[in-house]
């Protein structure tokens, strides 16, 4: 049943669903799976083997509560077959829930005691003689309690309004019709203009439900948190939801004033009140799924960024009165020396920071120059370039100086994580370290970050923590194993996002590695206590050992698979390091050749790709962005400016950049082509370099506005672009509007498809 489900809901064939589930049930991990199960899977990827397992965990705890509503209601001796069918086709835990309303223990509502009071009768009677006068009907069921009339037709009603709101059937519907003609409705509260500035957009607002995006919708929620914006669920024309409910139940409303009301009241008191809590928390579920999937995408990006690899590199921490914090490390992140010094007010011993620094790096061989992107970057970078200008002149190979993103190096350097790294040394000074070390490799030291610290997330502090921690964990994992990671230099932190290596297994792995010396080979790994064979099935592929006894070790072909090479290097009559590298001959094989019924061929064209270019890193090549000399404030900025830059953050609504002013400039999505681009993230990913013109930059606001579009004007109308016709299928039309409303409750039913 779930294997049938989620084949559906993906389009993909059952039989891959339920391997995926079996070797998910067998304790397989994403990326292995991914990886090196591609003839069981059919090829899936990690990305829809998560949503795979997601899904899996939804339709169980669905079916589990399935069973628990048919056993209370069993209980009670008012299960039907009907009932029954009904509980277990639901797909969804919400309409599980609505079905199971009538049966939920709760409260005792006025609709029990007027029940009680013998008032269900009348509720009949008010249904079945609609032209009767009201009042004295009700004179016939006066009782304790309801010894007016008054009183006896308000519990009738009170009891007619509960036969609405128990109803699975209609709560659904006029729950649907709610989101899908409803809009959202926003304005300022009183008094709170100039404090709340920042949410100006949203003091005159209104957005129909389906359309809100996820960023808009969590400003809202933002704003509204904030007390600066009051947010209403605006569900439109009242007498649609009226001729819902009257139709369902067949209420002759236009012969019945009472009724009329009833159905009226019912709708404003009970159905609105509930449907729309029910949308408020869908559209909070939207935006929390838009965020994660922005924080997952910009997440991967940051920590697949270009490595600029090993090379002696000089982190600067930047600074004013605390001073610009250094530290020098190898080309292997060893650090060598640190130091702080003051070059920048109110100290201002420019010179004798200048000399200091030269020195470090004519004594380490330095090559590059990691500036941090906070407070004083631009003066620290300048320093950077004139140190590097000192070197040149005297003769030495002159360092790069690289501006690189901070996000995170103080949380670190606060971390136990860096107490344990550092003991001696001062926490200022780790976060210097921290900058070198994530421009070397920024996928090694990033690791050691909790994801949401690195800055690259929207909204992330309004969304759910535990889903935004196993998303963000899973992008981690992700990146790590697709890289690979060395045996003989990774860090714990980096070991414990491998495959199947637990934080116990990473310990162990440095532990042994610390009294043993080298991995020699992935066998060795056998030898780390509490690493066993499930263990080692699913980390061995992702390790590399480089110099070791075995060539494949270095290489992302899974020990289980060294069989195949085998096979692959008789046929060719050359040696495995013959082989390795060789692509006039691995170009000329055929897959199909060396598959058998344990490696098919998806697993062997893998294989003699990975001997082609063996442990070949997916990231990209080392670049980066050269900001404009003079340019380090909003205020220096002029409108029509071309400016280098990297894209630092991708949202929904587009792209931030930092041009070397302190501040993000913001590349709207209508100004990143020509073209209609409906995600960001077809155009630009972050750690991109680009290059874009100004258009605005305002001071006061602290926002600056860019486009990518270089021969756009400022101050002129933004060009539109231009989307791509999309052929209709034949006889698809377009959706209407629904008519205006008429007024009537007649036109009402009609509208909703229910009138008679």
Request: proline share 5%; glycine share 8%; aromatic share 4%.
């Given at each position: ?8 809901e993906?389009?993909?064939r ?19 799976i991914?990886?090196?199960?591609k ?15 997601e ?9 589990e509560?399935?069973?628990?509503v048919?056993?209370?209601i ?17 797909e969804t ?16 509502t ?14 009949d ?6 032209a ?17 009339e008054?009183?006896?037709l308000?519990?009738?009603r ?18 649907e019709?709610m989101?899908?003609?409803g809009?959202l ?21 209104a ?8 960023h808009?919708?969590?400003a ?11 947010l209403?669920?605006d ?13 369902r ?10 009724l ?8 404003r008191?009970?159905l ?5 809590l029910?949308v408020?928390?869908r ?8 965020a994660l999937?922005v924080f997952?995408t910009?997440l991967?990006d940051?920590?697949l960024?270009a ?7 000089l ?18 992140g060893?650090?060598l ?21 030269a ?10 120059l ?11 970078e ?10 040149q ?7 790069t ?20 790294e550092?003991?001696?040394m ?31 997330g929207?909204?992330q ?5 535990t ?5 963000l964990d ?11 990671v ?9 070991l ?9 297994l990473?310990k162990n ?23 066993g064979?499930?263990a ?17 070790d ?14 692959i290097?008789a ?7 013959e082989l ?9 094989l055929?897959?199909?050749d ?18 082609d270019?063996?442990?070949r890193d ?24 071309i400016?280098?830059g ?16 302190h ?11 020509d ?9 630009v ?7 874009v ?20 004007e400022?101050g ?7 989307r ?7 006889g698809?039309h377009?959706q ?11 036109e009402?039913?009609k ?6």
């Amino acid at each position: 049943m779930i294997a049938t489900t989620i084949a559906r809901e993906l389009g993909v064939r059952e039989d891959q669903i339920r391997a995926v589930l079996d070797l998910l049930a067998e304790g397989n991990t994403v990326p292995f799976i991914a990886r090196y199960r591609k003839e069981a899977t059919g090829g899936l990827d990690d990305t829809q083997l998560r949503t795979i397992e997601e899904r899996a965990t939804y339709l169980r705890e669905l079916e589990e509560r399935k069973e628990t509503v048919l056993a209370a209601i069993e209980e009670q001796g008012k299960l039907t077959e009907d009932l029954r069918a009904l509980i277990q086709g639901c797909e969804t835990k919400a309409r599980l829930e609505d079905l199971y309303l009538p049966f939920k223990k709760r409260r005792r509502t006025k609709a029990d005691i007027a029940r009680e009071a013998g008032l269900e009768p009348l509720t009949d009677a008010l249904i079945k003689d609609p032209a009767a006068d009201p009042a004295t009907l009700a004179a016939a069921y006066l009782t304790e309690g309801f010894e007016e009339e008054k009183k006896a037709l308000e519990g009738a009603r009170a009891i007619l309004i509960d036969r609405f709101a128990l109803d699975a059937d209609l709560v659904g519907e006029v729950r649907e019709q709610m989101y899908r003609t409803g809009q959202l409705t926003a304005g300022v509260i009183k008094g709170k203009e100039q404090e709340g500035a920042k949410f100006k957009d949203y003091f005159e607002f209104a957005e129909p439900f389906t359309k809100l995006p996820s960023h808009r919708i969590l400003a809202l929620l933002r704003g509204e948190s904030e007390g600066i914006l009051h947010l209403n669920l605006d569900p439109g024309d009242d007498t649609v939801y009226e001729g819902m409910i009257a139709g369902r139940f067949d209420l002759p409303v236009d012969q019945s004033t009472w009724l009329a009301d009833a159905v009226r009241f019912g709708w404003r008191t009970k159905l609105a009140v509930s449907s729309g809590l029910d949308v408020r928390m869908r559209l909070k579920e939207t935006a929390e799924e838009g965020a994660l999937d922005v924080f997952a995408t910009n997440l991967r990006d940051v920590l697949l960024a270009a490595p600029a690899g090993q090379r002696a590199t000089l982190g600067l921490d930047p600074g004013f009165r605390n001073g610009v914090k250094c530290a020098v490390v190898d080309p292997t992140g060893k650090v060598l020396a640190t130091t702080i010094v003051y070059p920048h007010q109110p100290q201002n011993r420019w010179e004798a920071a200048r000399q200091e620094l030269a020195g470090l790096c004519a004594t380490h061989g330095v090559d590059l120059l990691a500036v941090g992107n906070g407070t004083a970057s631009r003066e620290t970078e300048k320093l950077g370039n004139e140190v590097a200008d000192l070197i040149q002149t005297a003769g030495g190979k002159r360092p790069t100086p690289v501006v690189v993103s901070e996000s995170g190096a103080s949380v670190y350097s606060a971390s136990e994580l860096a107490a344990a790294e550092f003991p001696g040394m001062d926490v200022s000074l780790r976060g210097a370290v921290s900058i070198a070390r994530r421009l070397q490799d920024p996928l090694a030291e990033l690791v050691k970050i909790d994801p949401k610290a690195i800055g690259v997330g929207q909204y992330q502090h309004d969304v759910n923590q535990t889903a935004l921690a196993r998303t963000l964990d899973g992008v981690v994992e992700s990146a790590v194993n697709a890289v690979g990671v060395d045996l003989n230099t990774a860090s714990v932190p980096l070991l414990e996002r491998v495959a199947g290596v637990t934080a116990t297994l990473a310990k162990n792995i440095v532990t042994h590695r610390d009294d043993n010396g080298a991995f020699p080979n992935r066998k060795a790994l056998l030898k780390v206590p509490r690493l066993g064979p499930r263990a080692y099935e699913q980390c061995a592929g992702f390790l590399r050992i480089t110099g070791g006894s075995d060539p494949l070790d270095a290489s992302a072909v899974h020990p289980e698979a060294y069989p195949v090479v085998a096979r692959i290097a008789a046929a060719t009559g050359l040696g495995v390091d013959e082989l390795i590298g060789n692509t006039r001959v691995l170009s000329q094989l055929r897959p199909a050749d060396f598959a058998d019924d344990t490696f098919g061929i998806p697993t062997v064209t893998d294989i003699i790709a990975e001997l082609d270019k063996p442990g070949r890193d997916p990231r990209p090549e080392f670049r980066t962005a050269t900001f404009k000399e003079g340019v380090e404030k909003i205020s220096d900025l002029v409108p029509g400016m071309i400016l280098e830059g990297t894209v630092t953050n991708v949202a929904a609504f587009g792209a931030f950049v930092d041009v070397g002013v302190h501040q993000d400039g913001l590349v709207h999505v209508s100004a990143m082509s020509d073209k209609f681009v409906s995600d960001p993230r077809e155009v630009v990913r972050s750690g991109q370099v680009v290059r874009v013109k100004v258009m605005e930059a305002d001071v006061d606001r602290q926002r600056i506005g860019l486009s990518l579009r270089l021969d756009d004007e400022p101050g002129q109308p933004a060009k539109k672009p231009r989307r791509e016709k999309q052929q209709r299928p034949r006889g698809q039309h377009q959706q209407q509007k629904p008519a205006a409303p008429a007024g009537s409750m007649a036109e009402a039913l009609k509208r909703a498809g229910l009138g008679r």
